[in-house]
């Protein structure tokens, strides 16, 4: 490690990673139907089962994540893992009551590391508002450790029934496609809310995907906390996809200069001006190996989880071992890639990017974008 940096370190998707907390499936439950999710076995008209996954499913899942751990402990990481939390247990606010809550498999969608600082996200849904609680001990040991560190806690939305849009589930698709400018989706523009999967880390820049887990007040919160520390807080935008949620299957940044770009999701014209006029390389995935039908059932997330890759370094990065095409085009793009099976961790909504949360990277914070033209908030 850097002499005397900060323990808390990490302002981008890229730089050398020193320390990492990589998730855990134990004692995950299937997410419960609720206003803000509505979950469906794929390609079939079965219910949604509820309650705890199988212990099969677990170990499965477990077995992959280890994996990932024991790589990146090989390339020198240090490698932290989540506190057990009973995942079956119900929560009752004065607001809303849900049956059980979900998993602690994916980090990237609760916790941000923003260069010293730990950012606790909002949260969009119900089963996921107290997600932050495995990850509280590493906080504060983090905390305690280095007076550096900073730590903030976004304010925690209502959840309650009005936060929602529920007649969004209904609508069909000729008035999703409609609409697909509106960026409106099943949560309404009262209260803050984000996820912190839809956020992306590029030095100085900082990407928010308007999204079904994060809205406009959720965006403005993370201007008005973060400009005055120095970052710029760019709102991009995903017309195609009509059910956005977190941005690490759609625009991943690989190296200065370099993004990975999700070709059934453009981005909305005119907001690819701030990358090409800075000399930024937006670089089509290739089709992913397995279609929509093929994804495992009760996996709720995309085909796209094919390009949710995790950097190493800016010249190492780490892939799902089957999706070859991917990994050609890596290599190509003169990466070393790292193989690993991930697989048996969609069901619980992610793959190697959304299952870590990067805690200290090597460097500093770079402006990649010298020509920009950024208008902070008044
Ligand atoms: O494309 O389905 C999945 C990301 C979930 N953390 C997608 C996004």
Sequence with gaps: MQQNSVIVNSWNEWDPLREMVVGSADNANFEPTEPGSKPAVRASDEA???????????DLANEELQGLADLLESHGVTVRRPEPHDFS??????DFEVENQYCAVCPRDV????GNEI????MSRRARYFEYQPYRKLVYEYWNKDSRVEWTTAPKPSMADGMYREEFWEWPLEKRHERMHDFEFCINQDEVIFDAADMSRLGRDILVQESMTTNRAGIHWLKRHLE????RVHTVHFPLDFFPSHIDCTFVPLRPGLILTNPDRPLREGEEKMFLSNDWELVDAPEPVLSNNEMPAYCQSS???????LSISPTKVICEEQEKPLQDLLAKLDFEVYPIPF???FEYGGSLHCATWDVHREG?????????QYTPLP
Excluded: C, Q
Aim: glycine residues 4%; aromatic residues 10%; charged residues 25%.
């Design 119 to 122: 950012i606790e996200a909002t």
């Design 228 to 231: 005055p520390r120095g970052f």
């Design 364 to 372: 500093t914070r770079e402006d990649y974008f010298p020509n920009l």
């Design 48 to 58: 949604f089962p509820t309650g705890p996954k199988s212990k099969e499913a677990i």
């Design 111 to 114: 916790m941000i590391t923003m």
């Design 303 to 309: 085909k796209w989880l094919s390009m949710n890759v």
């Design 343 to 345: 697989r048996h961790v």
């Design 89 to 94: 247990a119900p929560v009752r606010t004065p």
